[in-house]
């Protein structure tokens, strides 16, 4: 039996219906259902009358739902007991610069919410360095892609690290709100960007070596007229006009008007995705305040994906 289970039938309880507490708890109906009727197994006892007016609990589940309120009080007293320990130490992250555009202030803001006297201490930087710099214990936990993970470099150093998948990126086609094309639609072909003029990161980051696998599966030479490793400048010379480029809807994070300035199109064949990766040094090298911040990072993430702030991100 698990907490959430009683979190979950006391809810129903509370508000005397299964559709109006998978509303509140953010579940599907069946699937609430679902997890109230494996509760009820488990117990071998019927706990609510069903009717089509909602749900009553039985005399059984009366007596459970008030022992459930009480396991679920002391749960919540041993979690403020836990946090006002007040975990203290010094976390170094590692963020790509789109990465860091939708993560970042979320991530510092939720550290000093949740744990004011851990120092958080931000990288921002490409991929590459950000994996040698974890490599090299500089940093205790890292985003990453996938393309620089599973590449034969990477692989023997990411036996050492703990690997959690955190979501998928869509990628775009970006361009500048002048941008020429008359019918710029909302989703493009690789095939249709063979004459683009394209402003690229260069070969070591790890976008691009995602990119040069798609256009090679399309059998695509891109025309690719700047490289430029600086998200800031690169989206400079897109907005300038200098050329379009192709980037995660993250890449327009920072800029308030990005609706007004740039024109973007999903990339729909090949389906081409960049996956994010949470790394850090295996458990047993984190400190206590390192897996404590793993843990808020991961929850960040969710939420900016759920709340629709992360364009274009699945989680996984």
């Not at 219906?17 to 197994?41: C, F, N, P, V, Y």
Request: a neutral charge; hydrophobic letters at 45%.
């Amino acid at each position: 039996m698990e907490l959430k289970q009683l979190r979950y039938f006391v809810r129903v309880v509370e508000l005397g219906s299964m559709s109006r507490a998978a509303l509140d708890l953010d579940l599907a109906q069946s699937g609430l259902s679902q997890i109230i009727s494996k509760l009820e197994g488990e117990l071998s006892t019927r706990l609510l009358q069903r009717s089509p007016q909602g749900v009553t609990p039985t005399e059984a589940g009366v007596a459970f739902y008030r022992e459930a309120q009480l396991t679920l009080r002391h749960a919540d007293q041993a979690m403020r007991a836990a946090q006002q320990a007040r975990l203290s130490g010094t976390v170094s992250v590692g963020l790509a610069p789109t990465t860091a555009a939708v993560l970042g202030v979320p991530l510092m803001r939720a550290m000093r919410e949740r744990y004011p006297d851990v120092r958080l201490h931000m990288v921002e930087s490409l991929s590459g360095h950000l994996a040698a710099m974890l490599n090299a214990r500089q940093l205790d936990l890292a985003v990453l892609f996938d393309s620089r993970i599973h590449s034969s470099q990477s692989l023997q150093t990411a036996r050492r690290w703990s690997v959690m998948p955190l979501l998928e990126e869509d990628l775009f086609f970006m361009a500048s709100a002048n941008h020429t094309r008359a019918d710029f639609p909302d989703t493009m072909e690789l095939a249709q960007l063979a004459q683009e003029p394209l402003i690229l990161p260069t070969g070591p980051h790890g976008l691009r070596s995602t990119l040069d696998a798609a256009f090679a599966q399309a059998n695509i030479t891109p025309q690719v007229v700047l490289e430029i490793d600086s998200l800031a400048m690169l989206m400079e010379a897109v907005d300038a006009g200098l050329g379009a480029t192709l980037q995660p809807g993250a890449a327009v994070a920072r800029f308030a008007d990005a609706a007004t300035r740039f024109r973007l199109a999903r990339i729909t064949a090949p389906h081409v995705t960049r996956r994010n990766l949470l790394c850090s040094l295996s458990d047993d090298e984190l400190p206590p305040a390192a897996l404590a911040a793993r843990v808020v990072l991961a929850d960040c993430t969710r939420t900016l994906v759920r709340q629709g702030l992360w364009f274009g991100a699945t989680p996984l």
